[in-house]
Structures are given as C-alpha cells and as structure tokens.
C-alpha cells in the first residue's frame, strides 16, 4: 500500500494510534534506505519516516537511490524527504524537485556533526550562523507550500544561539521539529540534555520529537513525560531493536509488551540479509554492510558482547549465519530473550559512542549527524 498522504497536505500526517505520541524513525545515512524502511514497517512501522539526507549543491540532483525510498515506499506511512546544504536557491529548487514525489514534507538537517560536513557549513556547521539559518528557513518555507519540518541539534560548540533559532523556527512557520539534544561537538559521546528539549516544547509554536538515545519503549515514555515532547524519533535502537515502535505503542496504551526472542532476532538478521541485497554487491561487501547494523543488533545479544567480537570478523554469508545460529538458536534450552536495553558497556562503534573515543575515529563513514 503507497503512503496515502499527498505532498500538498497541511497539518501533521495522523498517526497510526490517534491520541498516541508521535513515533519517528531518524533519518541515517546508508542505513534508512527502501530495504530497511520495510523491515522496520514488517515489525512495527514508525509513524513517520525521513530519508537519509539528499546533499543539495550547484550541481546536484537528487540521489536516485534515496528517491527510491519514497516513490517505491510501501510501507503504507508517509515519508519526509531529508535535505543537507547551505546554497539558498539550490536547496529551494531540490525543494520542489522532491514535492513532485509524494513526500509527506521536507526536513532541513540543522545537525550533522561529520567534520567533511560541517566544515563546509551545512548539517550542525549552519548552528554558527543564525543569520544565515533564518535566510534558509525564510527561502524553504516560501517554497514549500505544504510540510515543512527541521532536524536540529542544540548548538554547534555551545548552546548560547539555542533559543535564537527556535525563535528562527517559529518566525518561519516549521511544521514539525526534531531535536537532537546534543552538540554538534558533543556528536555522540556525552549524556543527552533532555532539558533544552524540554525548552524547545515549551518555546516552539510546533510539535517536537525528542531524540537522542531513546533506548528502549520505557525510556521513550519517560522522556516523553520529561520533555512533554509530541513524540519521540528514535535512530539506532531502531537498527537493533526493529519492534521498538510497536513497543512504544503497546507502552503508550498500558498493553504487555512483545519481547522478541533471540531467535526472533535471527529472523530479522535474514530479513534484513535478504532485503539489503542488491545485484552486482559482492557477497564480502554484502556482509560488512550486515556489520554496520549487527553493531547495534549485538547490543542485546548478550552481555558480555561475544556475538558482537564473533560477527565483526565474519567474512561469508555463511560464516555469518553460523555465528548467528551459534549465538540466537539456544538448542535443547529455554529460549532467551533479546534484551529490551542494550547490555552496559557493551558498544556498537567504539570509535564514537565512548566517552574517550579515538580522536580522529569519527569521520563521515563513521558518523554521519
Ligand atoms: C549511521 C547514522 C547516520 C545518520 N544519518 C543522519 C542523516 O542522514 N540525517 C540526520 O538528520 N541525522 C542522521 N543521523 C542522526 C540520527 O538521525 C539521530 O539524530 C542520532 O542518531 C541520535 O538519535 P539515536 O540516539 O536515536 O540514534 C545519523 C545517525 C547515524 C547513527
């Protein structure tokens, strides 16, 4: 079933649960495409989707393999197409390129922390520059007759032009605004400050999502009830935890709560397998590719993080589902189930998600907004 909600529409897509907080699957680089989008509908789709971010320059276009994930969406929810780029009259004109899709709204990413990326001045690079942010949001929102939304973080290396540029969001007429409650410079490695997304619910004259390690269903209701947020968008506990929006709405309406087995697991390690093959992807590159979402997946395998050191060095399709049949089909005893949490110190990207991560480990490949 195509997403039924016309590029045009005004108002928030309802959502699945009416009255329910809003759910959003973040937007990730290499990692939201149409395969995966699909998956996660399969197991509970979000309420919303955004797609990875279509870089917006002088000579751009937008990526064809990033349009696939809205014209052969079906998912049946709307998705909003993601842009990146500080060049004011090219963003306007990959604006209305992409409302000739159907796109639930447009998102502008105020966030992305890659140094390649911000040193150029877009993503979390514009966060220096309210000036220059107002220009943009004044230029997108004339152009955008319907949905207009924007992905931030608090600030670029301090949080001082934070209420400015929510002053920016309400001045132009956002629709929706996501915010990561971190720095740019703080990428991934400190506490979340749900209190300035606290201040922007209380500021914006929009709904927000709150995001930012939103681990589980329960951290989504408590964060929620923390920040008074109209939903929350959840990123890489989506990657390892595909019900986790089912979850939330069972936690939402007070209902039991699934919890996956580890062989449920191994189903969604097949899936996922099988969806992101594409012809002419060697089955080696195929595989590392598998890594970069098992990173996350081996979070709640087990504590001690054995699938995880076993995965990272599998080189075959073959290896790779006898390590996942070693460590998710438990032969001859109870089954185990997957961890709601991830297991403590148990870290999908050493490189980034650590407090003293390798200080150059953070590149565009490796973190992306
Ligand atoms: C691999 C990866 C790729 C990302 N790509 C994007 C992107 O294209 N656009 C964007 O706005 N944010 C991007 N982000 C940031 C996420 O949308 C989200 O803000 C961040 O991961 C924090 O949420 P989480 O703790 O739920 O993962 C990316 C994050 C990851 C891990």
Redesign the pocket.
């Not at 973040?26 to 939201?32: F, I, K, L, N, S």
């Not at 995001?211 to 939103?214: A, V």
């Given at each position: 079933m195509p997403a039924s909600v016309p590029s045009l529409a005004t108002g928030l897509p309802p959502p699945l649960a009416q009255g329910q907080p809003l759910t959003a699957l973040?937007?990730?680089?290499?990692?939201?495409d149409l395969a995966f989008m699909r998956v996660i509908a399969h197991y509970g789709a979000p309420d919303y989707f955004?797609t990875?971010?279509f870089r917006v320059h002088a000579q751009s276009q937008p990526e064809r393999h990033i349009l696939r994930s809205i014209d052969e969406n079906t998912t049946g929810r709307p998705v909003f197409a993601?842009l990146?780029g500080e060049d004011i009259g090219h963003l306007a004109r990959t604006a209305t390129a992409l409302l000739t899709h159907n796109v639930a709204g447009i998102?502008l990413?105020l966030?992305?922390p890659a140094p390649k990326v911000y040193k150029k001045n877009v993503?979390g690079g514009l966060l220096r520059d309210p000036k220059r942010v107002g220009e943009i949001l004044a230029t997108l929102r004339a152009a955008i007759p319907g949905r207009f939304t924007v992905?931030m973080r608090i600030g670029f290396d301090d949080t001082a032009p934070f209420e400015r540029i929510l002053d920016l969001v309400n001045e132009h007429r956002v629709d929706l605004l996501?915010v990561?409650g971190r720095t740019v410079k703080e990428m991934?490695r400190s506490e979340?400050h749900y209190d300035f997304i606290a201040r922007a619910v209380t500021r914006a004259h929009c709904p927000v999502l709150a995001?930012?390690?939103?681990i589980s269903p329960g951290r989504a209701a408590t964060v929620l009830a923390e920040t008074r947020a109209a939903g929350v968008?959840?990123?890489?506990?989506?990657i390892r935890n595909p019900w986790i929006f089912r979850q939330c709405r069972e936690t939402f309406s007070g209902v039991s709560v699934f919890c996956p087995t580890l062989s449920d697991v191994r189903e969604y390690i097949e899936r996922l397998y099988y969806a992101t093959q594409t012809s002419g992807l060697p089955e080696r590159a195929h595989v590392n590719k598998m890594k970069?979402y098992l990173n996350f997946v081996g979070q709640s395998v087990d504590a001690a993080g054995e699938f995880l050191h076993d995965m990272r060095r599998d080189e075959t399709e073959t290896e790779l589902f006898a390590i996942c049949d070693r460590h998710l089909l438990i032969h001859g005893a109870a089954e185990r189930n997957f961890s709601l949490d991830p297991y403590p110190g148990v870290i999908a990207r050493p490189n980034c998600e650590t407090p003293a991560g390798a200080a150059n480990g953070c590149s565009l490949e490796t973190?992306?907004?």
């Open positions: 973040a937007p990730m680089q290499d990692v939201t955004f990875e971010f993601q990146i998102d990413n966030g992305c993503g992905k996501s990561h991934y979340v995001n930012g390690n939103i968008m959840i990123g890489r506990h989506a970069k973190v992306t907004a």
